[in-house]
């Protein structure tokens, strides 16, 4: 503990684990929108990222109009939350209930056949709930985490995404990250990497949206050091039916991201980056709200 800031902040995610899954679940739902309404109503630096990051993928909107999707895609941003603290309590049935999937029938193929699969993801939807679904139906997954402030707060959740099944790697602090990645792929496991933000300074600048910016290099470098399937992955929500708080996420798997012909190792990188930012970012578009990025993402 380094002081009574971090003390508010582990005792807060614990009493959220323990009170939210109490909760029936449509006023759970109900108080988290409440939140991300309150948290659009107060501004800060989170919502005016989150309203910069929005205008530059979206540039036809008045002001009205970004108005209104910044305050949805809090309310997605609250809804991960929601369904993170309750989901440790979900059974296998459950978990697959919330969860549609379009175009893993390669990816089970690649996985049958004994080989990995990697995985390039943005923050969009509800990526634990994604991996806990995986790691249930295709194979085991395994992921880094960034390290969070306090450490116990990180303690926290890499507690809750093993309990989900997952192996976390966390990116700093636990030795040569890319290595042990490396070391997992000798096996047939699902490896989805959140890639649209870059958090080494040695990330791959890219297009997306029409905009510069800088994504992770690793999932690329490790599909070519492994040769393993490299596939562009996007997950929105979708209302489950006429009310306004039940949903479920829709993962798709895209296109396999192939290996140029010719070129430099860093040059094939470069390509293969891209052609993941150019799935992620007509994804974006098309799913804005549930683009959780509240961080600086272009350069």
């Not at 989170?46 to 205008?55: P, T």
């Not at 479920?248 to 070129?263: A, L, M």
């Amino acid at each position: 503990m380094t002081g009574l800031g971090d003390l508010l902040a582990v005792s807060g995610y614990r009493l959220g684990w323990r009170t939210v899954r109490m909760l029936p679940e449509r006023t759970a739902y109900t108080v988290f929108e409440q939140i991300a309404d309150l948290t659009v109503a107060r501004g800060g630096k989170g919502v005016q990222r989150l309203r910069s990051n929005y205008a530059t993928v979206r540039p036809e909107l008045d002001d009205a109009g970004l108005d209104a999707l910044v305050r949805a895609g809090m309310r997605s941003y609250l809804r991960y939350y929601c369904e993170a603290f309750r989901l440790p309590d979900r059974t296998a049935e459950q978990v697959a209930a919330m969860v549609r999937v379009e175009g893993d029938g390669p990816v089970r193929a690649e996985l049958a056949a004994g080989r990995p699969v990697v995985c390039f993801l943005g923050h969009l939807g509800n990526w634990d709930l994604a991996g806990a679904w995986g790691t249930k139906e295709l194979a085991p997954v395994v992921t880094v985490a960034e390290r969070l402030e306090p450490e116990e707060v990180y303690a926290e959740f890499l507690a809750f995404r093993e309990s989900l099944g997952m192996t976390i790697l966390p990116l700093t602090g636990g030795g040569d990250v890319f290595a042990q990645l490396r070391g997992h792929l000798a096996a047939p496991v699902l490896m989805p990497l959140l890639a649209d933000r870059d958090l080494t300074d040695r990330g791959i600048e890219v297009d997306l949206c029409g905009h510069r910016s800088k994504m992770a290099a690793g999932p690329a470098a490790l599909a070519l050091g492994s040769g393993a399937a490299l596939h562009p992955v996007s997950i929105h929500y979708e209302r489950l039916d006429t009310s306004t708080w039940r949903h479920r996420i829709v993962i798709t798997f895209h296109d396999r991201v192939e290996v140029p012909s010719t070129g430099t190792t860093r040059a094939k990188a470069v390509a293969m980056t891209q052609a993941c930012a150019d799935v992620l970012g007509t994804a974006i578009v098309e799913h804005t709200a549930d683009w959780h990025m509240l961080q600086r993402v272009f350069v």
